[in-house]
């Protein structure tokens, strides 16, 4: 089965510094990658995406990830984060087309410093 | 075009209570996708229905817990008789067909007390 690995439980960066989040996943084959974001108490929000082709991908807010086959990693980045970036982020995966549910990792908290 | 749609966004029961959870896809959407989340965890699939079919509920626990999407209205989560381990986020989410973009309601907070 696979599975999604999120090292990092918290992080925090300055307002203005750059983000790097961390994602590796286990899988036989290249799945579809995502990569949510939860502001306290809310729902989750698509940022981007992964399926096929350009390993680099941008996404919505100016973050982007880059798939990295031989690393199994699907890291998000963002050259320079504003405090409203403060939320929970979330990658999963999905293998199965006609069963597209998500594996979740288990979230890397951020936090920004003024 | 109005988002992934759950009520009640907060719901209190006690132990040996029912729990009913809805959820109203997007227009257009026919899958639905039930997600668990324990308190500081991830989010743990539960169950993926279609209209009228259950698809998978590899997620669901065995006992108490029922879902269904019947061909007119939301999905229902079920959870007959509560424990306090039931506590949880429980999200939704909606996608068209053959599509891996999934669209997250804003989750319905169950607390037993």
């Known amino acids: 089965a696979q599975s999604v690995t999120q090292p990092d439980i918290h992080i925090t960066v300055s307002e203005g510094a750059s983000l790097e989040l961390r994602c590796n996943y286990s899988?036989?084959?290249?799945?579809?990658l995502f990569w949510y974001v939860q502001s306290p108490g809310q729902g989750l929000q698509l940022l981007l995406k992964?399926?096929?082709?350009?390993?680099l991908v941008q996404g919505i807010k100016g973050f982007e990830a880059e798939f990295k086959r031989s690393q199994s990693s699907f890291n998000l980045r963002k050259p320079s984060v504003h405090w409203s970036d403060a939320a929970e982020y979330f990658c999963?995966?999905?293998?199965?087309?006609?069963?597209?549910?998500?594996?979740f990792g288990t979230g890397t908290r951020l936090t920004i410093i003024p | 075009n109005a988002g992934v749609m759950q009520n009640p966004r907060h719901l209190v029961r006690r132990r040996g209570q029912e729990a009913r959870l809805r959820c109203s896809p997007m227009?257009?959407?026919?899958?639905v996708y039930w997600y668990r989340q324990l308190p500081e965890e991830g989010l743990k699939f539960m169950v993926y229905l279609q209209k009228e079919n259950i698809i998978d509920e590899s997620g669901m626990p065995k006992e108490r817990f029922s879902a269904e999407f019947p061909k007119e209205g939301p999905s229902i989560l079920r959870i007959q008789q509560v424990v306090r381990g039931d506590s949880a986020a429980y999200f939704c989410?909606?996608?068209?067909?053959?599509?891996?973009?999934?669209?997250f309601g804003p989750g319905t907070r169950l607390t037993v007390t």
């Open positions: 989410a909606s996608s068209p067909p053959q599509s891996y973009e999934q669209y």
């Open positions: 999963a995966v999905a293998t199965n087309f006609g069963n597209e549910k998500l594996t």
């Open positions: 227009k257009g959407h026919s899958h």
């Open positions: 992964y399926f096929s082709g350009d390993t």
């Open positions: 899988y036989g084959a290249t799945p579809y």
